[in-house]
């Protein structure tokens, strides 16, 4: 008697895996925040065994370390891209950092659900719960906002000058600032529009602080 064929088996991809561990992890966390992720939960949104979960990550920490690592690359990428389209679109360098607000502008309109909030303001509002490595990539993508914000203000007073006195700085993280805050408000006041709205009313500020030389 000829054996069947056994069925062909699927094959395991483990970074597919792995990212499917990091999207549950992540979403958990922004709904119920880190400490009342456990990994049963984490096991069961992915859909894996527990086995396959310490596979890929040895403890709740390591998973920890790994979402917000991923979150933070994901987002200096972002900036990054917008800041080259900002830099197709307009020659001038206050209206490149106009636009670049507008973008994100658009960003805020058309996502889903804003309300769930950012990631880095759950992992802050439980900074006790995290190693000093997690703490330094939090600390490292705020640096990086205030960075990349700082040189796009430098370029704008080469041909500009602010109307009043600032500090570049300060002005530098006022769109960070801007952007955790209004996620706060919007998760509290239910209000999806709330972020594209704050954006609107910065750029309308950085268009008026700043006048010819």
């Known amino acids: 008697m000829n054996a069947q064929p056994d069925a062909p088996r699927t094959p395991r991809d483990p970074e597919k895996t792995r990212d499917r561990i990091l999207d549950a992890a992540q979403a958990l966390i922004l709904e119920a925040g880190f400490s009342a992720t456990t990994v049963d939960a984490v096991v069961g949104r992915a859909g894996i065994t527990k086995g396959a979960f310490f596979h890929h990550f ?51 309109e058309t996502q889903g659900d804003p309300s769930s909030g950012c990631l880095f303001a759950s992992y802050i509002y439980e900074k006790k719960l995290f190693g000093p490595e997690t703490i ?12 990349v914000m700082r040189h796009r203000l430098e370029l704008v007073l080469v041909k500009y000058k602010a109307r009043r006195e600032v500090d570049l700085d300060t002005l530098a993280d006022l769109f960070y600032s801007l952007t955790e805050g209004a996620y706060v408000m919007t998760k509290t006041l ?24």
């Open 58 to 108: 040895a403890s709740k920490a390591a998973l920890a370390h790994a979402v917000i690592e991923r979150f933070a690359e994901w987002d200096r990428k972002m900036l990054e891209q917008m800041v080259v389209r900002a830099e197709r679109i307009a020659s001038d360098p206050l209206q490149q950092l106009l636009t670049l607000l507008a973008l994100y502008e658009e960003v805020f």
């Open 190 to 213: 239910d209000d999806r529009r709330l972020l594209a709205r704050q954006t609107r009313e910065l750029r309308n500020y950085f268009e008026l602080l700043f006048e010819p030389r």
């Open 136 to 147: 330094d990539v939090l600390r490292g993508s705020v640096r990086e906002w205030r960075r």
